[in-house]
């Protein structure tokens, strides 16, 4: 059977994993031949040539170092100051250095001379997200005719964004020398056709750029998920039990409306607490009896508009403070660091409303946990954002515009007051769902699809809980 090679910025390290991506990849290596290749996480002075190979808990790794200049080009600037804002459709925060993309595609480069030695030509490679879209283009012009896979975690633009990335149309034809493309929802698929339809006659200089052609790249909607048997028996587990304990020790019978996300401006949690605050404002009942854990763990606190959207949610969360506390009585706990899944697995399960608002987003795999760690007999709400991925597959939640803080207050509001048979009913659609949505399957389709006939049954044998998978 063919090796399996994934290809992603960050690798899986050891102790707590980064993020969503690594929770769900290091899944498909457990039961498969193949290897995981990506950064290392380390800068040199010189870039390194040949990648390291390692065994960390059980998975061959294989890694390079990038050099600070490199990495700072390709991770802060190119990925997280212009692609990760265009593609979540905020222009207005991106920085635009068009310099920046020489960095982005030498380490992309890089990445492709250390890993075609180390490539088998039966070996399926499949490649993570938006830091390294010129992969295929940089392994097949040394060569490689392997099947190569493409999956996007994030939202597609609409074709203007897109437009306002220096060098789109170069990157647009990298997309097209992937045999398969995958995208978290059909949404993303509609936007992506459109663009491949629609190309607008670009031009540079005086020069028409040819449209692209997508004929060969096969592109479908990929929804990943979580493990949600695995969460719901964390979320029953001692070390569940002693966080919901030690919560319910300090909150008394106040139901709790919790938040967990990575400090990013695309997870709307200004508009949140906004929305929280008109919460108490309109319904004087709820003040002592309600309570917003926001938990949000900083993230790319090198760029800028990280750290403003850090001290904007501190404004704000002040203000609420300011406002409605007592001397015996808070209304918000704002926690700026991470978390075990077996702590988060406990404070979903307590909470009565999970609130799930980005701006915009791929999935969103916190909606996708708050599920998985409800009580059957006693399930909290999802109160989610309809512009976030697993909005297309939940629809029981409380679907609502984040933008729209009078009705995510409403929201709130409906979903604390909701009645113990409605609250069971949507449960059971919501996990059905992601059931269906789960991790492992999401990757056998994509490999079925990628190469048919090489996906393994076998994977759904293992069952792995990995710390932090705050995307
Ligand atoms: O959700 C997109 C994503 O890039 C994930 O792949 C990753 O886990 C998360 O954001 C965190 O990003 P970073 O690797 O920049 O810390």
């Not at 207005?92 to 490539?119: C, H």
């Not at 964004?161 to 398969?180: F, N, Q, T």
Request: aromatic share 10%.
């Amino acid at each position: 059977m063919s090796r399996i090679v994934i290809v992603s910025n960050r690798t899986p390290g050891k102790g707590p994993a980064a993020g969503g991506l690594a929770v769900a990849l290091r899944k498909v290596l457990g039961n498969r031949e193949g290897f995981w290749f990506g950064w290392s996480g380390k800068l040199t002075e010189q870039p390194q040539a040949e990648a390291r190979i390692e065994d960390i808990d059980g998975l061959t790794v294989a890694q390079v170092d990038l050099t600070r200049e490199d990495h700072h080009a390709y991770y802060a600037g190119f990925s997280n100051s212009i692609l990760w804002p265009s593609f979540h459709l905020r222009l207005d925060l991106a920085t635009i250095e068009s310099y920046w993309y020489e960095g982005y595609r030498r380490v992309n480069a890089q990445f492709a001379k250390a890993l075609m030695p180390l490539l088998r030509p039966d070996d399926i490679i499949w490649v993570h997200d938006y830091h390294l879209i010129p992969l295929a283009s940089e392994l097949r012009n040394l060569g490689a005719r392997n099947r190569i896979g493409f999956y996007l975690h994030i939202p597609f633009p609409t074709a203007d964004a897109l437009y306002a990335i220096p060098h789109h149309a170069e990157l647009m034809r990298d997309v097209s020398r992937y045999d398969l493309v995958g995208f978290q929802a059909q949404r993303d698929v509609a936007a992506f056709t459109d663009f491949a339809q629609h190309q607008a006659p670009s031009t540079f200089g005086a020069r028409a750029i040819e449209a692209i052609d997508f004929s060969r790249t096969d592109v479908a909607a990929f929804p990943i998920g979580s493990d949600p048997e695995a969460f719901s028996r964390l979320a029953a587990s001692p070390a569940a039990k002693k966080m919901i304990h030690r919560m319910r020790r300090s909150l008394g019978d106040q139901a709790l409306i919790l938040g967990v996300d990575r400090l990013d401006y695309s997870k709307g949690l200004p508009q949140r607490v906004e929305a929280y605050e008109k919460l108490l404002a309109n319904n004087p009942r709820l003040r002592r009896n309600v309570h917003l854990l926001q938990v949000a763990p900083p993230s790319r606190d090198t760029i800028k508009e990280y750290q403003e959207t850090s001290d904007t949610l501190d404004a704000i969360c002040g203000r609420v403070m300011g406002h409605f506390s007592e001397p015996d009585w808070s209304p918000l706990t704002y926690v700026k660091r991470a978390y075990g899944q077996p702590s988060l697995a406990g404070l979903y399960r307590m909470a009565r409303v999970g609130l799930v608002t980005p701006l915009r987003d791929g999935m969103n795999l916190v909606a996708h946990e708050y599920v998985a760690s409800q009580d059957p007999a006693d399930p909290g709400v999802l109160v989610l954002s309809r512009f976030a991925g697993a909005a297309e597959i939940f629809p029981e939640a409380l679907l609502v515009n984040p933008f729209d803080t009078d009705e995510t207050s409403e929201a709130l509001r409906m979903a604390l007051d909701m009645p113990l048979e409605e609250r069971k009913e949507r449960w059971q659609g919501l996990m059905a769902a992601a059931r269906t949505h789960n991790v492992d399957d999401w990757a056998l389709r994509f490999l079925d699809r990628l190469a048919p006939g090489t996906a393994d049954a076998g994977s759904h044998s293992r069952d792995i809980i990995y710390l932090d998978s705050v995307a």
